[in-house]
C-alpha cells in the first residue's frame, strides 16, 4: 500500500485542493465518471467536516489493491473534538451546524466501505474505500 | 472568483464555468439577490453543464439561493445537471426538493417562458 498524496485541511482551500487530488487520482485509476464524482463528493464532504468542526485534520488518498482489484483508500484524520455518539451523526438530517447532516450517511452510500472511529477530546479517523469495477 | 451574471430581457443568465469553493458560492447567492433587486428580474436561468461534483454544502447553497429568489418573486431554473451529478445527488439523499430544472439552457429559457407569459 503506498500513500498517493495527504492534503492537510486548514482552510477551505484545502477542501478544493484535496477533491482535485480525488479527481486526478481516480480519473487515472479508470473509474468511470459516476465512480468518480461519488469519490470527489466523498472527500469533499469528509473535507468540510474537518474544515467546519475541528481545527485542522489531514485528507489521505491511497490506492489499493486487494489481489483481485484495485481501489481508493480516503482517510480523514483530525485531532479534533471528536465525535460522542456515533450512532446520531450517521443519522440522515443530523447536524450540529444548521447543515444538511447528509454527509456521513451519503459518504457511507457513495462508497463500498465505510468506517468510522472516534475519541471525544482525541479526534476522528474516517475510513472509506471504493473499488474499481 | 465571482460567477457572471448576465442580463437578458427580464430573465438573468448563470453558466456557472469555474470550481465552486465556498467563497464563490456565497458571493454568487449575494451577487445573484442584488442583481434580481436592481434589473427586477422575474426569471432566472442557472446551469449547471460544467459542474463535475455538488456535496451538501454547494446543494444547500443552490437551494437557498432558489429559495431566496422566490421570496422576491423570481422564479429559478437549474439546467444541465449532470448524470454523475444526479445520482450522487440522490445517494446522497439531498433531493433539492421543489427546484425546477430543465435538461439545457434553451429548455430552461423555455420553461420561463410558460410559467411566466402563460
Ligand atoms: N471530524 C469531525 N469532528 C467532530 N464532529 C464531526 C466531524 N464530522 C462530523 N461531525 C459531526 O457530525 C455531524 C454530522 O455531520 P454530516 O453528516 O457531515 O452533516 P453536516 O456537516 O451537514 O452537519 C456534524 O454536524 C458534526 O456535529
Ligand atoms: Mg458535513
Given at each position: 500500500?503506498?500513500?498517493?498524496?495527504?492534503?492537510?485541511?486548514?482552510?477551505?482551500?484545502?477542501?478544493?485542493?484535496?477533491?482535485?487530488?480525488?479527481?486526478e487520482?481516480?480519473?487515472?485509476?479508470?473509474?468511470?465518471?459516476?465512480?468518480?464524482?461519488?469519490?470527489?463528493?466523498?472527500?469533499?464532504?469528509?473535507?468540510?467536516?474537518?474544515?467546519?468542526?475541528?481545527?485542522?485534520?489531514?485528507?489521505?488518498?491511497?490506492?489499493?489493491?486487494?489481489?483481485?482489484?484495485?481501489?481508493?483508500?480516503?482517510?480523514?484524520?483530525?485531532?479534533?473534538?471528536?465525535i460522542e455518539?456515533?450512532?446520531?451523526?450517521?443519522?440522515?438530517?443530523?447536524?450540529?451546524?444548521?447543515?444538511?447532516?447528509?454527509?456521513?450517511?451519503?459518504?457511507?452510500?457513495?462508497?463500498?466501505?465505510?468506517?468510522?472511529q472516534?475519541?471525544?477530546?482525541?479526534?476522528?479517523?474516517?475510513?472509506?474505500t471504493?473499488?474499481?469495477? | 472568483?465571482?460567477?457572471?451574471?448576465?442580463?437578458?430581457?427580464?430573465?438573468?443568465?448563470?453558466?456557472?464555468?469555474?470550481?465552486?469553493?465556498?467563497?464563490?458560492?456565497?458571493?454568487?447567492?449575494?451577487?445573484?439577490?442584488?442583481?434580481?433587486?436592481?434589473?427586477?428580474?422575474?426569471?432566472?436561468?442557472?446551469?449547471?453543464?460544467?459542474?463535475?461534483?455538488?456535496?451538501?454544502?454547494?446543494?444547500?447553497?443552490?437551494?437557498?439561493?432558489?429559495?431566496?429568489?422566490?421570496?422576491?418573486?423570481?422564479?429559478?431554473?437549474?439546467?444541465?445537471?449532470?448524470?454523475?451529478?444526479?445520482?450522487?445527488?440522490?445517494?446522497?439523499?439531498?433531493?433539492?426538493?421543489?427546484?425546477?430544472?430543465?435538461?439545457?439552457?434553451?429548455?430552461g429559457?423555455?420553461?420561463?417562458?410558460?410559467?411566466?407569459?402563460?
Open positions: 500500500m503506498t500513500t498517493q498524496s495527504s492534503v492537510e485541511i486548514g482552510t477551505e482551500w484545502g477542501i478544493v485542493s484535496a477533491r482535485q487530488a480525488g479527481r487520482l481516480s480519473k487515472g485509476l479508470g473509474f468511470s465518471s459516476v465512480d468518480q464524482a461519488r469519490i470527489t463528493t466523498a472527500i469533499s464532504e469528509l473535507a468540510r467536516n474537518i474544515y467546519l468542526y475541528t481545527k485542522n485534520g489531514v485528507i489521505g488518498l491511497e490506492v489499493v489493491n486487494d489481489g483481485h482489484r484495485q481501489g481508493i483508500i480516503i482517510t480523514a484524520r483530525d485531532q479534533g473534538p471528536g455518539n456515533l450512532r446520531d451523526v450517521m443519522v440522515d438530517g443530523y447536524s450540529t451546524s444548521g447543515g444538511l447532516g447528509a454527509g456521513l450517511p451519503g459518504v457511507k452510500r457513495l462508497m463500498d466501505e465505510f468506517d468510522i472516534s475519541n471525544p477530546g482525541e479526534g476522528t479517523l474516517i475510513t472509506t471504493k473499488w474499481l469495477r | 472568483m465571482r460567477i457572471p451574471i448576465l442580463k437578458l430581457g427580464n430573465y438573468l443568465l448563470i453558466s456557472i464555468q469555474v470550481e465552486l469553493d465556498d467563497q464563490t458560492a456565497l458571493l454568487f447567492q449575494e451577487d445573484l439577490l442584488n442583481k434580481i433587486h436592481q434589473e427586477g428580474s422575474q426569471g432566472i436561468v442557472i446551469d449547471l453543464t460544467s459542474v463535475d461534483m455538488i456535496d451538501s454544502y454547494i446543494a444547500k447553497v443552490i437551494g437557498d439561493v432558489v429559495e431566496m429568489s422566490n421570496l422576491m418573486g423570481a422564479k429559478v431554473v437549474l439546467t444541465g445537471i449532470q448524470p454523475a451529478v444526479a445520482i450522487t445527488l440522490v445517494e446522497m439523499g439531498v433531493s433539492l426538493n421543489g427546484v425546477q430544472t430543465a435538461l439545457d439552457l434553451e429548455q429559457l423555455e420553461k420561463l417562458q410558460q410559467e411566466l407569459e402563460g
